[in-house]
């Protein structure tokens, strides 16, 4: 009878960690639902930003077509989702002030699964803009990493690791 009490609870005590780590998961997942950059941006401002970001021999028109963007709380970022724009460094990630139109990102992020976002948005209190989740830069390896993404913060006009 002792064997079975003592069963039961540990059963029910693993049953409610497991359901404490999925309600923890769930909330932390916020759905990033990332859009053709042609359906966020004016024809104009979709010309404007492709130009700004290849050269003048790349297939514009395919790359426009291409690009994807995302937008919240006055960021905007367009990844151009293109092999061409990927390279040893990762791919082409821009970043804009909604409000102003002024690029305020311009980097390459290494892309850890196609299926998934380039990066990550969270808001963090304190900054101008939202803070990016991006995967860490592979040469700097460190014992005391906590996650498997660094957090990219925009603050006093750059981009800082915090």
């Given at each position: 009878?002792?064997?079975?009490?003592?069963?039961?609870?540990?059963?029910?005590?693993?049953?409610?960690?497991?359901?404490?780590?999925?309600?923890?998961?769930?909330?932390?997942?916020?759905?990033?639902?990332?859009?053709?950059?042609?359906?966020?941006?004016?024809?104009?401002?979709?010309?404007?930003?492709?130009?700004?970001?290849?050269?003048p021999?790349?297939?514009?028109?395919?790359?426009?077509?291409?690009?994807?963007?995302y937008?919240?709380?006055?960021?905007?970022?367009?990844?151009?989702?293109?092999p061409?724009?990927?390279?040893?460094?990762?791919?082409?990630?821009?970043?804009?002030?909604?409000?102003?139109?002024?690029?305020?990102?311009?980097?390459?992020?290494?892309?850890?699964?196609?299926?998934?976002?380039?990066?990550?948005?969270?808001?963090?209190?304190?900054?101008?803009?939202?803070?990016?989740?991006?995967?860490?830069?592979?040469?700097?390896?460190?014992?005391?990493?906590?996650?498997?993404?660094?957090?990219?913060?925009?603050?006093?006009?750059?981009?800082?690791?915090?």
């Open positions: 009878m002792k064997k079975i009490v003592i069963s039961a609870i540990t059963l029910a005590v693993g049953l409610f960690s497991i359901g404490i780590v999925q309600l923890a998961t769930a909330n932390s997942t916020v759905e990033q639902t990332w859009q053709p950059l042609s359906s966020l941006v004016t024809t104009e401002k979709l010309t404007e930003i492709i130009t700004e970001n290849t050269a021999s790349a297939d514009r028109e395919a790359i426009a077509a291409a690009a994807i963007a937008e919240q709380n006055g960021l905007l970022l367009v990844d151009f989702n293109v061409v724009l990927c390279g040893r460094g990762g791919c082409s990630l821009a970043g804009y002030r909604s409000s102003t139109g002024e690029r305020v990102l311009n980097v390459y992020v290494e892309r850890m699964n196609r299926d998934e976002p380039i990066v990550e948005v969270v808001d963090r209190d304190g900054f101008e803009l939202p803070c990016l989740l991006v995967p860490p830069d592979p040469t700097n390896v460190s014992i005391f990493e906590e996650t498997d993404k660094d957090t990219l913060c925009y603050q006093n006009e750059s981009w800082s690791i915090q």
